[in-house]
C-alpha cells in the first residue's frame, strides 16, 4: 500500500495528490508493475509531476525501500488514505471517478460516511485482490527488494541495462541538478521571466478578423470586404538595474552575468544601468560607470508603465543609505540621502523589484537589506524568487 | 486488464535508442491511458519518442505543434467561415452553403479523434501555450470529445489515441494540467548511450571515429559560458559533415583542432567563445 511513502513524499514537499497515489495503485493492478525497479521507475512518473522533485523523490525512496519489509497498512493508515481520498473527491469527484475506475454517479448520492466506508472497502479489496499475499510488489519473485530482473513481457530494448535494484538507481541521485535549491541557469531564468511580456497590436495588417468582415460583407449588402488586425507583439518597457561594484556583489557575479545577457536577449525594450552598492543621483548606462552617467530625476520622464528591476546585494554600511553625504564616492555630489533616491525610483515606477542574490535566510543579517525592503518589494535571485517576481510586476496596484 | 489483452509493449524503434525506464513509463502509461508529459533539455530526443511509439507500434502519428497565439478551439477543428462567405457570394463552388458542417475542417486532436485506427498523438511544445489553452485541453483529452458548437454535433473519439505532450520548459505547467498526466524528464544521453544513439544513425561508422568525436562533444559542451549547448541534433549534423569531408582524420580531434565549429555553436557569440577556448588549448 506504501501509505507510508506516500505521506513521506508529502512531508518532504513533494507535492503528491491522493488522486495520482490511486492511479498507481491503478497501475499495480492492472499487474504493470513487477519488481521494485518497475515501481520506482512507474511511480516516479505517476506521482513527480516535476525533474525538481526527482532528487527529492530518489532520496525518500532510498530511505523507505532499503532493507524495507513492505507491510499491510494498518488500519489507521487506511482510514487516513481514506480521508485523503474523501478531500480530494469533495474537490473534483470527476477526476477521481476516472483514477478509481468507478462510477461518479454512483458516489453522487452517498453520505462523506459512506463514502469514507466505500473509499475503505474499495482499499481493502485492493490488498487482498493484489495477487492474494501481503506483499504489494512482485507477481513472481516475492523479494520486495534487489528483485531487479526483467520480467518476461519485457520492455528491454537498444541501449544499456541497468542492472542495478531500485533503490541503487536511486541512491545514484542522478537528478541531484535538477533539484530546487540548484543554481539558476540561463534556461530558468529564460522561463521565469517569459511571463514577463505585455502584449499589444502592432506591425502589419495581417490577421483576418472574422468578425468584422462578416458585419462589414453585411454592411456592403453581400459584397465581400475583409478586415484585417495588427498582430500582437510584445511592447513592455523593462529597466533593469545592476549593482556591479565592489567585493559584496563578487560572489554574485555569475549569476547576474546570465540574468544579464538572457535579460538582453529577450527583451526589445530595456535599458540597462549600473549602480554600485546604492543609488545616489546617478545611474550609468556603462558598467565602467563613467562614461555614460544617467541623472536619476531624469527618470521621472520615463513611461510610468515601465517595469523596474533593480539587481544588488543591498549590503553597505548604513550611513552609504541614510545619511545626506553618504555617497562613498568624491565625484558624486550628494544631493540627500540615497534612501530617498530609492523611495523616488520607487514612486516613479509603481512595478518594481529588488532581486537580491544573497540568500533570503541571510537577509536578517544585514541591516540595509531590511531598509531597502521597505522600500522595494525584494525577492530571492532564485528560481522560485524570480518567478514571484515577475507576478509581482505583472499585477495591477 | 489481463496479460492476454494487453496491447503489445513499446520496445523502440529503428532510429530511436530508448532506456529502459523510458520504455517502462510510455508502457505504464498506455496501459493507464493517460498523457505522458515529456521534459528536458533541447536535443534529448522528446519529439523523436512520439515518432518511435508510432512507428513501432505501427500507428499513424498526428503532430500538433503549439504555437504561443494558439486557440484550443484551432487544435480541435475550423469553421472555415471566410470560404464559406466566399462561396455564398459566388456560388461557383461544389459545396452546400447551407450545410455548415462542409466548412468544418478538423484540427489535430480532431484528426486523432475521428481516425479509424488507433493514432499517436504528439503535442509538441505545450509550454508555448498559455495556462487556459493547457487546461481545457487536457479536459478535452480526459473527455475525450468536444462539441463542435457551430452544427450542434458532439465528436467523441473512436479509439483513445496515445497522447505525448512534449516541454522545453523547466518551468512548471499548472497543477490540474500535471495532474492528469504522467511524468518523465528526459535527461541528457550520457557518452555511452550517445554512442548507442550514434551507433543507430550511422551504422557503418568506425566505432573509433565515433568514440573521438562523442569525446570532444562531450569536451565542447563543458565550455564556459556557451549560451546554447550542442545537442543531439547538432552532434549527428557534424559527424554527418565530418563523414563527408574526405581530407578529415580522426587523429585531429586528439590534438585540439576541431573542424566544422559552426555545425556545433549556432550562435556567434558561442562560436566565438568556442574558438577562443580551443585556441587556448582548454579542452
Known amino acids: 500500500m506504501f501509505v507510508d511513502f506516500f505521506y513521506t513524499l508529502r512531508d518532504r514537499g513533494v507535492p503528491v495528490t491522493p488522486t495520482s497515489f490511486l492511479r498507481l495503485h491503478r497501475a499495480l493492478s492492472l499487474g504493470l508493475i513487477h519488481s521494485l525497479e518497475d515501481f520506482y521507475t512507474a511511480a516516479r512518473a505517476i506521482l513527480v509531476k516535476s525533474e525538481r522533485y526527482f532528487d527529492s523523490y530518489d532520496q525518500i525512496f532510498a530511505h523507505h525501500f532499503r532493507g524495507a519489509e513492505l507491510r499491510d497498512p494498518t488500519a489507521v493508515e487506511l482510514t487516513e488514505i481514506a480521508r485523503a481520498m474523501l478531500d480530494e473527491w469533495l474537490k473534483d469527484p470527476g477526476e477521481v471517478a476516472r483514477a478509481l475506475g468507478i462510477d461518479e454517479e454512483k458516489l453522487r448520492g452517498m ?68 533539484s530546487q535549491d540548484g543554481p539558476l541557469t ?139 553625504n553618504g555617497a562613498i564616492y568624491v565625484d558624486q555630489k550628494a544631493t540627500g540621502a540615497s534612501i530617498d533616491r530609492l523611495k523616488f525610483l520607487a514612486r516613479t515606477f509603481r512595478h518594481a523589484v529588488w532581486l537580491n542574490p544573497v540568500p533570503q535566510e541571510e537577509w536578517g543579517l544585514t541591516w540595509t537589506i531590511g531598509v531597502v525592503q521597505q522600500v522595494f518589494p525584494m525577492f530571492e535571485l532564485t528560481l522560485d524568487g524570480l518567478e514571484k517576481a515577475v507576478l509581482h510586476l505583472l499585477a495591477r496596484h | 486488464m489481463t496479460k492476454a489483452t494487453r496491447p503489445a509493449a513499446f520496445r523502440g524503434a529503428s532510429k530511436y535508442v530508448l532506456d529502459d525506464e523510458l520504455a517502462k513509463i510510455v508502457n505504464v502509461s498506455m496501459a493507464l ?44 477543428y475550423q469553421y472555415d467561415t471566410l470560404t464559406r462567405l466566399n462561396d455564398s457570394r459566388f456560388g461557383d463552388s461544389k459545396r452546400d452553403v447551407s450545410d455548415i458542417e462542409a466548412y468544418i475542417r478538423m484540427g489535430k486532436i480532431g484528426q486523432a479523434f475521428v481516425s479509424e485506427v488507433r493514432t499517436v498523438l504528439l503535442i509538441d511544445e505545450i509550454d508555448k501555450a498559455d495556462t487556459d489553452f493547457q487546461d481545457d485541453m487536457l479536459d478535452v483529452l480526459d473527455q475525450m470529445q468536444f462539441d463542435i458548437i457551430e452544427i450542434d454535433k458532439t465528436i467523441t473519439a473512436r479509439h483513445r489515441p496515445v497522447i505525448i505532450i512534449t516541454s522545453n520548459a523547466k518551468k512548471d505547467l499548472s497543477d490540474p494540467f500535471l495532474g492528469r498526466c504522467n511524468f518523465h524528464h528526459i535527461a541528457f544521453p550520457d557518452p555511452d548511450m550517445m554512442r548507442l544513439i550514434l551507433g543507430v544513425h550511422f551504422p557503418k561508422l568506425d566505432e573509433e571515429l565515433i568514440g573521438a568525436c562523442v569525446k570532444t562533444f562531450y569536451r565542447l559542451r563543458e565550455l564556459r559560458g556557451i549560451e546554447k549547448k550542442p545537442a543531439t541534433r547538432e552532434l549527428i549534423n557534424w559527424l554527418r559533415a565530418l563523414k563527408s569531408d574526405p581530407d578529415f582524420r580522426p587523429q585531429v580531434l586528439q590534438q585540439g583542432r576541431v573542424p566544422y565549429l559552426g555545425i556545433l555553436f549556432k550562435k556567434s557569440a558561442d562560436l566565438f567563445q568556442a574558438v577562443q577556448q580551443l585556441g587556448r588549448g582548454q579542452i
Open chain 1, 186 to 324: 540561463e534556461h530558468q531564468m529564460a522561463e521565469a521571466l517569459k511571463r514577463l511580456r505585455r502584449l499589444t497590436p502592432s506591425g502589419p495588417r495581417d490577421i483576418v478578423n472574422i468578425d468584422k468582415t462578416i458585419a462589414q460583407t453585411m454592411r456592403n449588402a453581400g459584397e465581400i470586404e475583409i478586415v484585417f488586425d495588427r498582430r500582437l507583439t510584445d511592447r513592455l518597457k523593462i529597466i533593469l538595474m545592476i549593482d556591479n561594484g565592489g567585493w559584496s556583489m563578487d560572489p554574485y557575479v555569475d549569476i547576474v552575468q546570465t540574468l544579464f545577457h538572457y535579460a538582453r536577449a529577450q527583451f526589445k525594450d530595456l535599458k540597462i544601468y549600473f549602480f554600485h552598492n546604492t543609488i545616489y543621483s546617478r545611474v550609468w548606462a556603462d558598467p565602467q560607470r563613467y562614461f555614460k552617467p544617467e541623472p536619476v530625476e531624469e527618470f521621472i520622464r520615463r513611461d510610468p508603465e515601465t517595469r523596474l528591476i533593480l539587481v544588488g546585494d543591498a549590503s553597505m554600511a548604513p550611513y552609504e543609505l541614510i545619511h545626506g
Open chain 2, 33 to 76: 491511458e493517460m498523457p505522458l508529459l515529456l521534459k528536458g533539455e533541447p536535443g534529448t530526443g522528446k519529439t523523436m519518442l512520439a515518432h518511435a511509439i508510432a512507428e513501432s507500434m505501427g500507428m499513424p502519428l498526428i503532430v500538433l505543434n503549439v504555437k504561443s497565439s494558439m486557440k484550443l478551439v484551432e487544435a480541435l
Open chain 1, 111 to 178: 453520505t462523506p460516511e459512506e463514502l469514507i466506508k466505500y473509499f475503505l472497502d474499495r482499499l481493502k479489496e485492493q490488498t487482498e485482490a493484489h495477487h492474494g499475499g501481503n506483499r504489494w510488489i512482485g507477481t513472481r519473485g516475492t523479494s520486495p527488494v534487489g528483485h531487479s530482473g526483467n520480467h518476461p513481457g519485457g520492455m528491454r530494448v537498444g541501449g544499456q541495462s541497468r542492472n542495478k535494484s531500485a533503490v541503487k538507481v536511486a541512491l545514484e541521485r542522478r537528478y541531484r541538478d535538477y
